[in-house]
DNA sequence: AGAGGTTACTAAAACGCTTTTCTACGGTTT
DNA sequence: AAACCGTAGAAAAGCGTTTTAGTAACCTCT
């Protein structure tokens, strides 16, 4: 048993071949065509009993590919990223591909900075997931949540007017006129297009959006505590509301708590929508109603996109731009009837 | 502007020197001591000036070293690894390393095959979290609550002792003498060790376990569905219990939604008390107690460990065997006086 | 018998770097 | 003047693959 990997050379003098024939067998190459099933049998059960493994590096040195994508995330720990994580991984590895996390907390130099490591450890593509984009690089990069157009990169994104719409559509059928809003951070990637949508649809079913009825999320932490802070600031304004839509789950759940604080009821008094449906929605108490991104699933197509992109290099079918994947509305405890309903014609209009 | 990344040879080149002079400048070895101070500044102008970047593959290929470390999870997205991952990060990448995440689901056939693709893509170093670990390898192995003795691997665990006593005292300081437990799956790789010292603590505070206060997770999802249903058992032995120590934070949440479907509060009815202390834990309603193991820094220990390992091969220092971190518990909402209180002896005794 | 075609391989270059050994040269000693 | 030394850098081997371009031997056909 020895205890070294042994290379090519090794095996192949084993054998009693040159090592360009043993590698000709091993990966199967056209050229290997001449070579009788009876000498290819040999190799392959010299490789199998001398466990032969490529070494690594010198294959990628030699193909100028590394088999390894790097994947940019705010943060490992927040639910987010782990689930579009998760999504990604689960293609990636069932393709041979190996990735390399970074967490970059949203510090403007670790964003400017990750992709440059990732170059120099020549990933074959990249992935950036909630994480303002505007690079341009010679690899394939898709982005989950990014909204830039930029050159070469692939969007997995919401569809954020349904978003919007399936949210506000609910809230405005249980009676609610007067809905607050937690706004996202202004460095997170869906903060302006989730927003403008929001604005939208508030629109078509006639719901005004009061300046006091917004509070935006500030600071980068991802604990609840941001969601927290944010509905105090709404509840400080005095101006009446009977629901309220957060930015995520995160923070309507730090919103529940600060509600709670203030001896109003959710859903009774203040019907609550998160949005996201990260794991912990459906265990709180009472489970959040929520619009769910199914964030295993555009985990899954960005991975895919990017693969497809990596073999099949800008060619035809190059999936630049957008994939746009639909949200679903959550119904559970945080939204019930507003007590004093106020019936909408749109909200019929719409319910069709 | 040139595309391509230029190589040590081409920038020698235009310097009118020979690769190995710029090498050797670049990497500031000894054998360069006798290079004029100009030289060397012209040398680092011009890397600049062409943004130089060593190429990874050739220079891994040569040290044979791949500034890499392999990470196994059982599931990137479920909030104990996460945590962990997170201080493993930290760590690592101020150092200069990159790694690797796999996760394995507790599938036995990945557990085996994930070492084997991590050594093929040689690896310095691996990390293993909350998964059973019997190989002993070439390279250094860390784990984060591992707990077998195996030659070359380096076990990061909670003190279990001191876990199992703080929240068994807790409960019996708050007059509980009915305790009811929920235990880790088989798979976990804590819920022997955590099992034994309940046990202990038990029997030092004078707690009887009996066998229908007992129930088991069962199924490798991460949900608190496993806690429900864990609960449910309990709940179905009719034997009465005033407080209930989950295996961990999810699990406790799924038991919470099933005490509540069983008519019983908590905590008046039924103290919870947790493990872990994932990030959603303080925002449950009521907030959760529970006992906190330091995730994070578990995760950054680890990666020191794991470095320090990979350096320093196998010397003096070499820290094979244990590290173990104090747990701490956390008093939050979902423990209380007992509605009965048995004054507990043994708990005064302990409690000084 | 010689041209041409297969068959079964091999030699050698290349990928981009590191590192050890070597050289050439000017200056200093003895 | 011969021996020695420090300075400044170059040559070359080697890391483990892959791949292109051969080549030697044999066979077939006319």
Redesign the pocket.
């Known amino acids: 048993m020895s205890l070294k990997p042994l ?3 090794e095996l192949a003098e084993r054998l ?6 043993v ?2 067998v ?2 199967n ?1 056209r ?1 290997a065509d ?3 099933q009876e ?1 290819k049998d040999r190799i392959f059960a010299a490789a199998r009993k001398y466990k ?4 690594f590096f ?2 990628s ?4 590919r590394s088999f390894t994508v790097g994947v940019m995330v705010p943060e490992v720990s927040d639910g987010y990223s782990a689930s579009v994580m998760s999504g990604i991984e689960d293609f990636l590895l069932q393709e041979g591909y190996f990735y390399f996390v970074v967490s970059h907390r949203h510090r403007a130099d670790l964003i400017d900075e990750y992709p440059r490591l990732f170059l120099e450890r020549s990933v074959d593509g990249l992935i950036a997931v909630d994480t303002p984009w505007s690079l341009s690089l010679k690899i394939p990069v898709v982005t989950v949540s990014g909204h830039n157009q930029v050159k070469g990169v692939t969007n997995v994104v919401l569809d954020h007017v349904q978003a919007a719409e399936v949210a506000i559509e609910h809230l405005v059928q249980l009676g609610h006129r007067q809905i607050a809003f937690i706004k996202g951070q202004v460095f997170s990637s869906d903060t302006e297009v989730r927003w403008s949508n929001i604005e939208r649809a508030a629109g078509q079913f006639g719901i005004p959006i009061g300046r006091s009825l917004v509070a935006q999320l500030e600071g980068d932490s991802a604990s609840p505590d941001l969601g927290y802070e944010a509905a105090e600031r709404l509840l400080k304004s005095r101006k009446p509301f009977t629901a309220l839509f957060a930015f995520n789950d995160i923070s309507a759940m730090g919103a529940i708590q600060a509600l709670r604080e203030a001896k109003l009821r959710v859903p009774e008094d203040v019907s609550v929508v998160g949005f996201d449906d990260i794991q912990s929605a459906a265990y709180q108490n009472p489970a959040l109603t929520t619009v769910r991104q199914p964030l295993r699933e555009m985990g899954s197509i960005a991975a895919e996109t990017l693969l497809r992109r990596i073999r099949r290099p800008e060619g035809e079918g190059c999936n630049n731009g957008e994939i746009t994947i639909q949200p679903k509305l959550i119904v559970r405890g945080t939204t019930c009837r507003a007590k004093n309903p106020i019936p909408s014609k749109r909200a019929t209009v719409f319910s069709n």
């Open positions: 290379s090519l050379k009693g071949l040159s090592p360009a024939t590698s000709l091993i990966n190459s050229v001449s070579i009788p000498t032969y493994r490529p070494n010198a294959r040195l030699r193909a100028q």
